[in-house]
C-alpha cells in the first residue's frame, strides 16, 4: 500500500490575542505572523488528501497535442488502435491483480498510483515520465480515409477541403432559411407575432475555437471561427429561431459560476453557543489571520493589543493582508448573493504582486546602468 | 474485382501505380463512340461491363434530355440576359444575339445547342460512375448549388479555392486521391470579377468542364461552354434543376442496366437517386 504524509512548516513567530467584544457588532481576533520566507501549507481537507500527494504524471497527450486533422493520412490504423486498447484492459487487470485490487473497480486514478508506486521517477518533464492511459487519450484523434473503394469521397464536400467545417456553415444556413420559411408560412396564416419564445441565452457562451475544432477534427483559421459565430447570430436574431433551439445549444457551453468555487467554511461554535469563524489573508510577506465572533462588541484586537496602538504605521501590505483574511473569515456568515458581490467587488481575490528579483547587468529589477555614449 | 474493373473506367488506362506522384489522372472523354481499351485477357463480367458502358454511346441522346428543358424554359428563367455593353468579352460576340438599350441579348438557339451538348456530356460522366465537381463562387447561390450536389450525390466547391486543390492534390488532401472527371462551373468568374481558377487548373489536369459563361465571361478554356445568364435566381435554379435531373436520369439508367445484366451495383454508382 501507498504511504501517505502530509507536508506542514509552521513559522517561528505566532502571537494571538482576543479583546473584549462591545455592542452586537463582530470581535475580530488576529494572529499576526511576520516574518521573511515562511510556508504554512493549509491542512488540506480528506477527500483532496489523494489527490494532492499522486503526483500529476499521467499527463494524456490531448493535453499536448495539436489538432492532426488533414494534416496527413492516417497514422494509427484502426485494427492498431483496438489491440492498443485490448492490451490496456488486459494491461490494466494484471496491475490490479499486482497490487491486490479487485480487477472490476479499479480506476484511472489507481492506475496512476500503481505506476507512481511501482516506477518512481525523479524526472521533472511531463512526458518523461512514464504513462498508462487508455489508446484513446493517448493517440490524437484522426481522419480515417476519406474515399471508398471505388475512389469517390464520402462526403459531398471533401474537395473544398475543409468538409467539416463547411458543412456545419451548410447546415447552419440551411436552418436559417427553413426559419425564414417557417416565418413567411406563420404571416401567410397573420399568425406572426414579434413576441414569440425566445432562445435564453443567459450563462452559455459559445464554443471557443480550440473547442469546435475537436468537434470537427479540423483545423480552422480564426477567419472562419469568425464567420461561423456571425452566421449563429444571424440564426438568433431571427423572431422564431427558437424552433431551432437544440441546433443552437449543442454550440452553446455553460458558463461556471464563479462563486460555487469559493470553499465556504461552515460555521463553528464555542463552548458558549457564539458562533465563530476565521479566514487567513497574505500580501507580499505580510500575513494574517482573523478571528471573527458574533454578536459582539466590535472592538478590534491584534495579537493582544488594540489595533490603534499595534500599528504604528499601518503599511499597505499589512492594511491588505488584514483585508483578505477578514472578507475569508466573514464568508461563513454571509448568503450566496452577498458572497458574490464580495466577490465582484474584488474583496476575495488575493493580490499576487510581490517583488521582482534584481537581475545581473541591470541595477535592479527593470533599470538598467546609466549608458554612456563613449 | 469491381475496384479493379472501374480503373479501367473512364479513359481506360488510370492505373493510380504506374503515375508517379500517385494521382490519378483523367483524359478528355469523347462522345463519340471512340473505342475503350480492354486488357487482353476478358472475363465474361468484364465484357457485360463494357457493353453496359459503350451501350450509351451509339446513340446520339440516349437519355433524351431535350425533352427537359425547352427555349420558352430558359427565356421564361431569364437565360439570355447578359451585362451591359461595356463587360462585353471579346470572345462572347459569336454567342451574342444583339444588344438592347446597351444590354447584351444572349442568341438562345445557340444556348440551347451548348446545353444539349453539355448535358449530354455530363449524363455520360454519370452513367459512367465519374465524379462531377459542381463549382460556383457567387455567395448568393452557394447553397442552392451545394444543395444541388448533396441531392445528385455529387460533389460541390462553392468557397474559397486554395491554390493547388487540383494541381497539387497528393499534398492537399493525401496520396490515392481521385480527382473530379466533370467540373461544372455555373459561374466561371470569382468575387473579384476574374476567371476563377478552377477553370485554368482543370485544363492544366486535363480535366473536361462545363461552363455557364455570361457575356462578360472567357469561354475559350470551358471545354463545353453554355452561354447564359449566370446573376439571375431563376436562371440559376433552372441550371441546377437541369443538371440534377441529368445526373439521376443518367443514374437510374445505369443501375437498371446492371440489374437487367443481373451484375451487382456495388461500388459502382455511388449516390442517391
Known amino acids: 500500500m501507498l504511504l501517505l504524509s502530509t507536508y506542514f512548516l509552521f513559522s517561528p513567530e505566532r502571537r494571538t490575542a482576543n479583546m473584549a467584544a462591545s455592542g452586537g457588532r463582530t470581535v475580530g481576533s488576529f494572529l499576526w505572523k511576520c516574518g521573511n520566507c515562511c510556508f504554512n501549507f493549509n491542512t488540506v481537507s480528506s477527500n483532496l488528501t489523494r489527490q494532492v500527494l499522486s503526483r500529476q504524471l499521467c499527463v494524456s497527450a490531448v493535453l499536448h497535442r495539436k489538432n492532426l486533422a488533414a494534416a496527413g493520412p492516417e497514422k494509427f490504423s484502426e485494427e492498431f488502435i483496438k489491440k492498443q486498447v485490448e492490451e490496456f484492459n488486459i494491461g490494466k487487470r494484471h496491475l490490479a491483480n499486482m497490487m491486490g485490487e479487485d480487477p472490476e473497480t479499479f480506476t484511472q486514478g489507481d492506475i496512476n498510483r500503481s505506476i507512481a508506486y511501482l516506477f518512481p521517477s525523479g524526472l521533472f518533464d511531463k512526458k518523461a515520465k512514464p504513462l498508462m492511459k487508455h489508446p484513446d487519450e493517448v493517440f490524437p484523434k484522426q481522419r480515417a480515409v476519406q474515399w471508398g473503394a471505388d475512389g469517390r469521397p464520402f462526403h459531398f464536400l471533401f474537395y473544398t477541403g475543409k468538409q467539416s467545417y463547411y458543412s456545419l456553415m451548410h447546415d447552419t444556413f440551411t436552418k436559417a432559411l427553413a426559419v425564414e420559411k417557417h416565418q413567411d408560412r406563420l404571416r401567410g396564416k397573420d399568425l406572426f407575432t414579434q413576441d414569440a419564445k425566445q432562445i435564453s441565452l443567459v450563462g452559455s457562451r459559445w464554443l471557443l475555437k480550440e473547442e469546435l475544432e475537436e468537434l470537427l477534427v479540423e483545423t480552422i483559421s480564426e477567419h472562419d471561427y469568425a464567420r461561423f459565430i456571425q452566421l449563429m447570430e444571424r440564426l438568433l436574431s431571427l423572431p422564431y429561431c427558437s424552433v431551432e433551439e437544440d441546433f443552437v445549444q449543442r454550440y452553446r457551453r455553460q458558463l461556471e459560476i464563479q462563486s460555487s468555487k469559493q470553499q465556504v467554511q461552515p460555521l463553528q461554535y464555542d463552548q458558549h453557543g457564539v458562533a465563530y469563524s476565521t479566514g487567513d489573508g497574505r500580501r507580499k510577506t505580510a500575513m494574517g489571520t482573523v478571528l471573527l465572533r458574533d454578536s459582539g462588541s466590535g472592538s478590534i484586537s491584534i495579537n493582544g493589543t488594540n489595533y490603534v496602538h499595534y500599528f504604528p504605521v499601518l503599511q499597505d501590505r499589512q492594511a491588505g493582508a488584514l483585508r483578505l483574511a477578514i472578507s475569508r473569515a466573514m464568508l461563513s456568515f454571509l448568503s450566496e448573493g452577498q458572497v458574490e458581490t464580495m466577490r465582484q467587488a474584488g474583496l476575495l481575490t488575493p493580490d499576487p504582486r510581490i517583488k521582482e528579483r534584481k537581475k545581473p547587468g541591470q541595477e535592479g529589477a527593470r533599470r538598467k546602468f546609466t549608458w554612456k555614449k563613449r | ?273
Open chain 2, 1 to 273: 474485382m469491381a475496384a479493379g474493373v472501374l480503373t479501367k473506367g473512364l479513359c481506360g488506362f488510370r492505373q493510380p501505380r504506374i503515375v508517379a506522384a500517385g494521382y490519378s489522372c483523367s483524359g478528355p472523354l469523347y462522345a463519340t463512340a471512340t473505342a475503350v481499351k480492354t486488357l487482353p485477357l476478358q472475363t465474361d463480367s468484364t465484357a457485360v461491363t463494357d457493353e453496359i458502358q459503350n451501350l450509351p454511346l451509339e446513340t446520339p441522346d440516349f437519355f433524351r434530355l431535350s425533352e427537359l428543358f425547352s427555349l420558352k424554359d430558359l427565356f421564361d428563367a431569364r437565360v439570355h440576359l447578359g451585362h451591359k455593353k461595356g463587360c462585353r468579352h471579346r470572345l462572347m460576340e459569336p454567342y451574342l444575339f444583339g444588344s438592347r438599350l446597351g444590354q447584351d441579348i444572349i442568341d438562345l438557339d445557340q444556348t440551347m445547342a451548348h446545353l444539349q451538348s453539355a448535358l449530354n456530356f455530363t449524363a455520360h460522366i454519370a452513367y459512367r460512375g465519374g465524379i462531377i465537381l459542381f463549382v460556383s463562387r457567387r455567395r448568393q447561390f452557394s447553397h442552392v448549388v451545394e444543395s444541388t450536389a448533396g441531392d445528385c450525390g455529387e460533389y460541390a466547391h462553392t468557397r474559397y479555392w486554395q491554390g493547388g486543390l487540383l494541381t497539387n492534390a497528393p499534398i492537399q488532401y493525401g496520396p490515392g486521391v481521385r480527382l473530379p472527371d466533370l467540373i461544372v462551373f455555373l459561374s466561371t468568374l470569382n468575387n473579384v470579377f476574374q476567371q476563377h481558377v478552377g477553370v485554368r487548373d482543370a485544363a492544366k489536369m486535363n480535366i473536361p468542364t462545363v461552363g455557364v459563361v455570361d457575356s462578360n465571361c472567357n469561354p475559350s478554356l470551358v471545354t463545353y461552354p453554355v452561354p447564359g445568364n449566370d446573376d439571375t435566381p431563376a436562371a440559376m435554379e433552372l441550371y441546377c434543376r437541369l443538371f440534377k435531373m441529368t445526373i439521376n436520369r443518367a443514374k437510374d439508367k445505369r443501375r437498371q442496366m446492371e440489374l437487367l445484366q443481373g451484375l451487382s451495383p456495388a461500388g459502382l454508382i455511388h449516390g442517391s437517386s
